[in-house]
């Protein structure tokens, strides 16, 4: 999402940062962009029709239909690793919940019921599992589920936030922003929750990570240079 063209806009570019190309024109702010795993579509959350709703379009931009139309905000879609299913954060039951619904936007059914918030979905390359953020523990954490909504397992305690996780490709891994060193930065663990290490270690703020598809580098959004941009890190290279 860029909003070079005067407000929040889908662009996709190259891998190398070149060939960037503008995907949607409207009023609104279109934003969470998603790739399907087979890279025809994809997913992003519109707030052209009055509120926050799941859109998917073409990889091109062609053919944009809402799929969520609900009155209350629908935000951050994420693809199911077979394309059948995505994953998204909803305020329809009063506080902000992990759903889930058919690639199509038809059979929708809730998986997480907590009074604090969930939101921030990430799928386990397997399908097994959704990683995702929450706020059950009175501050942000990184949370596990299974897809069905049981077995939900803590994976971060800490007395910052932990937040945006993003499931390595091999499914050994969790990449997720935390500022428990005194602003965002990007860390990984391993899918257990042990080995907690920082990878970013910037004055400037780091956050939304995404693994390459071979799962040797993380790209992340960075105000180091004064505005957000796209940046790209090594998985073996941190930081100094």
């Known amino acids: 999402m860029s909003d070079r063209s005067g407000i929040g806009d889908i662009w996709v570019m190259d891998a190398d940062?070149?060939?960037k190309r503008q995907l949607t024109w409207h009023k609104d702010v279109d934003s969470h962009p998603s790739w399907s795993p087979d890279g025809q579509k994809i997913a992003f959350t519109s707030k052209r029709s009055g509120n926050s709703d799941i859109w998917v379009m073409n990889a091109d931009g062609s053919y944009k239909r809402q799929i969520t139309t609900h009155k209350n905000d629908d935000v951050g879609p994420c693809w199911s690793p077979d394309g059948q299913k995505i994953a998204f954060s909803s305020m329809r039951s009063g506080n902000s919940d992990i759903w889930v619904m058919d690639a199509d936007g038809n059979r929708k059914w809730q998986l997480t019921t907590h009074e604090a918030d969930d939101l921030c979905t990430s799928w386990s390359p397997d399908g097994q599992k959704i990683a995702f953020s929450s706020r059950r523990s009175s501050n942000q954490d990184i949370w596990v589920m299974d897809v069905d909504g049981r077995n939900k397992r803590q994976l971060t305690v800490h007395s910052e936030s932990d937040i945006f996780p993003s499931w390595s490709p091999d499914g050994q891994k969790i990449a997720f922003m935390s500022d428990r060193s005194g602003?965002?930065?990007i860390w990984v663990m391993d899918a257990d929750g042990s080995n907690k290490h920082q990878l970013t270690m910037h004055e400037g703020y780091d956050s939304f990570c995404y693994w390459s598809p071979n799962g040797e580098e993380i790209a992340f959004v960075s105000d180091r240079d004064d505005s957000w941009d796209i940046?790209?890190?090594?998985?073996?290279?941190?930081?100094k």
């Open 17 to 19: 940062g070149r060939n």
């Open 183 to 185: 602003i965002g930065d």
């Open 231 to 239: 940046w790209v890190i090594g998985i073996g290279k941190p930081e």
